[in-house]
C-alpha cells in the first residue's frame, strides 16, 4: 500500500520522539537508580556508624567500670554484664589468647583457632587494628542465640592499658539489613513513579507535536506542492489543447495544399496537350479561348486558396508565439517548485545541525533531516528535467516560427506565381479571340503558361513539405506536452503517495 509523503514525515516524525523520549526516560531512570544505590550506601553507612558510636560509649563505660575492679573481679564483672536483648563483652589479651568470653569454653584459647560460622579466622585481625590504632572494628558471621540463627556481626574493640587488654562488644547487622531493604523498597517506587510520569508526558508531547507537524507539513509543504502541480497540469492541457488545434489546421492546410497540387498537375498536362496539338489550336480556337476561360476560373480559385493558406499560416505564427509565452509561465512554476524545494532543503540542512548538535540522541533525527534532503534533491532533479523539457518545447517553437516564417515567404511566391498565371491566361483569351493568324502567340503563350504551371506546382509541392514539417512539429510538441503532465503526475505520486488530485483527474478526463 501506498503510503502519503506527509504520513511519511508525521510518522518518521512520531518515531524519532518515541526514540527521544524512550533515550531520556532511560538516562532519568538510571540516574534514579544511580542516586538510589549513592543514597542507600550512605544510609548504611550511616547505620553502621551509629553502631559503632554505641559500642564506643558501651565500650568506654565499661571501661570506666572495671578500671577500679581487681583483675579477676573485673573479668567476673564483664562476664556477666549484658545490655539490650543479646549484647554482652568479651576480653582479648594483647598476647593473641581469648581473656573473657560469654563462651568460657574459648577463654584461654588463641584467637587463630577461634572461626566464625563461615570457618574464617577474625579476632587477630582485630587485635592487629587496636595494636596499630588503639581501637578497631570488624564484621563476621557468628550464631545469634535470640534467633538461633547465623547472622552478620559488627564489632568494636578498645584498648584498657591497666591490664593491656582489648575490650571488646558487637551489634548484630540484621535491623540494618531491614533498613536497607525497606530504603530500596523506596528508590524502587521512585523509580516506578519516574517511569509513570515519563510515559504521561511522553504520551501528552507526542499528541502535541504530531498536531504541530501536522498542520505544519499541510500549510508549508503539501499544499504549495499540490498548488504548483495543479498549475503545472493546467499549462499542460493548455499548451495540449493548443497544439491539438494547430495539428487540426495543418491537416486542413495540408488537404487543401493537395487539391490545388492535383489541379495543378491536371492543368500541367493539359497545357502539355495543348503544346502537342499546337497545330490543331486554329481549328479548335473557340474551344481554346473556352478553356482558356475555365483556366482563369480555375487560377482564380487557386488565388484564393493561397490566401486562405496565407491567411492560416499567419494564425499558426500567432498561436505558436503564444505557446512560447505559456512555456515561460511553466518556468516561473518550475522555479516556484525548485523555491520550495530549496527551501525544504535548508530546513533540512538546520534540522541535521540540531540533530549534530544534540549528539546520540539525534541520530535518529539526522537520519529523518537526511530524508527530508534527499526529497527535496529528488523534487529538484525533477524540476530539472521539466526545464530540460520545456526549453525542447522552446526550441521546437522558435524552429515553428522559423518554418513558419518561410512557408509564409513560399506562399507569397506562389501568389506572385499565381498572379502572373491569371496575366497570362487572360493574354491567351485576348489571343483567342484574334484570328487563326496569332496561332504561333497562342502556342509561345501555351508554352509559357506550362512553365508557369510547372512553378506554381513546385512552389505548391514545397509549400506541402513545409505543412508535413509543421505538422511533424506540432505532433513533437503534443509529445513533449504529454511528458510534461507525465512529470507532473510523477511529482504528484511523490507528494500524496500515488493518489490522483481532484484537479488532476478533471484535467486529464
Known sequence: MNCSLKGKLIGLTALFLCCLVAVLSFVSVTGTLERGEIRVQEYRELLYKQKIDNMKDLVEAISSAISFLPEEEAKQFVRNVRYGDDGYFLVINMNGSMAVHIDQSLEGQPLAVIKDADNHVFW?????QCRENGEGTIQYTWLNPKTAKVESKLSYGKVIGKWNWLVVTGEYLNDVESAMNKEKNDIQQEVRSTIQRYLLITVFALVLIIISAIFFINRYITKPLAGAITKVNTYAAKIDETVTNQASFSIELSSSVSEIS??????????????????????SAAQTLEKTRQGVAEVDALMAKMKEIYHDNQVNIKEIVALG??????????????DIANQTRLIAFNAALEAASAGEAGKRFGVVALEIRRLADSVMASTKEIEIKINEIVAAVSRQVVASEKNTKEIEEGMAYSERTVSIIYDIEHAADQTTDAVQQIVLSIQQQQTAGEQVLTALRQIKQGTNDHTAAIQQTKNISKELTNLAEDLEAVVDGGKKTTAANQIGG
Open 262 to 283: 492535383a489541379t495543378m498537375e491536371e492543368f500541367s498536362s493539359s497545357a502539355v496537350l495543348i503544346t502537342n496539338h499546337s497545330q490543331g489550336v486554329a481549328d
Open 124 to 128: 587477630p585481625t582485630l587485635l592487629e
Open 325 to 338: 509565452h505559456k512555456s515561460n509561465e511553466i518556468n516561473k512554476v518550475r522555479e516556484l517548485i525548485n
